[in-house]
Structure formats: C-alpha cells, structure tokens
Nanobody, 116 residues
C-alpha cells in the first residue's frame, strides 16, 4: 500500500521559513521523481519543485532562489525548504511521486499559510 505522510506545514509570517517533509512507503522510492505541488484557492495545482532519481532539480520560477528540494533515499523522504516566504506562497502543498510506466501518487496535502 502506497502511503505518503506529509508534515511541516503551518502558519508563517512573510519572510519566515518553513520546511515540509514527505515520508513515502510502498514505492521503490529511489526510482521515482519526487516533488511538491501546491494549490491555492481558486487556482490550478502547480508544480513547485521536483527532484529526479539522479537528483536533478526543477523549480517554478516563482520560487527559484527561495525554495530548495532535497531527498534522502535511505529514509525515503523528500523535503522542501521554503525561505523568504511570501503571502502568495499560501496554498495546500502536496507531495508527488512519478516514474515512467506507472501511475503518479499524491499525498493528502498540508496547508501553508503566509500572513502577517
């Protein structure tokens, strides 16, 4: 059974930092591209950051230079360090896993709210 356990969301003030973590089970983690999507109210879900099995990273333009994605294959975790948070980063953040030839998997989502 595939399961993702997300943690680290919450409330932050503009300029502060949060770190999201996703612990995966039930997949051959090291083979998967892992990432984080987010969805704000009334908006489409968008890819925030991804990291491939070879640790190649990709970021949305809106978070480049502020967010950093990392993975630990031994622990089967993927983290998103979010610095210099802005109100527009407010969204539900979803852990995501993808590999060629199989379906994508999603976490249940964790709320991030950036407000003064």
């Amino acid at each position: 059974q595939v399961q993702f356990v997300e943690s680290g969301g919450g409330l932050a003030q503009p300029g502060e930092s949060l770190r999201l973590s996703c612990a995966a089970s039930g997949i051959n983690f090291s083979f998967y591209t892992m990432g984080w999507y987010r969805q704000a109210p009334g908006k489409q879900r968008e890819l925030v950051a991804s990291i491939s099995s070879s640790r190649s990273t990709n970021y949305a333009d809106s978070v480049k230079g502020r967010f950093t994605i990392s993975r630990d294959n031994a622990k089967k975790t993927v983290d998103l360090q979010m610095n210099s948070l802005k109100p527009e980063d407010t969204a539900v953040y979803y852990c995501w896993a993808s590999v060629r030839g199989a379906r994508d998997y999603w976490g249940q989502g964790t709320q991030v709210t950036v407000s003064s």
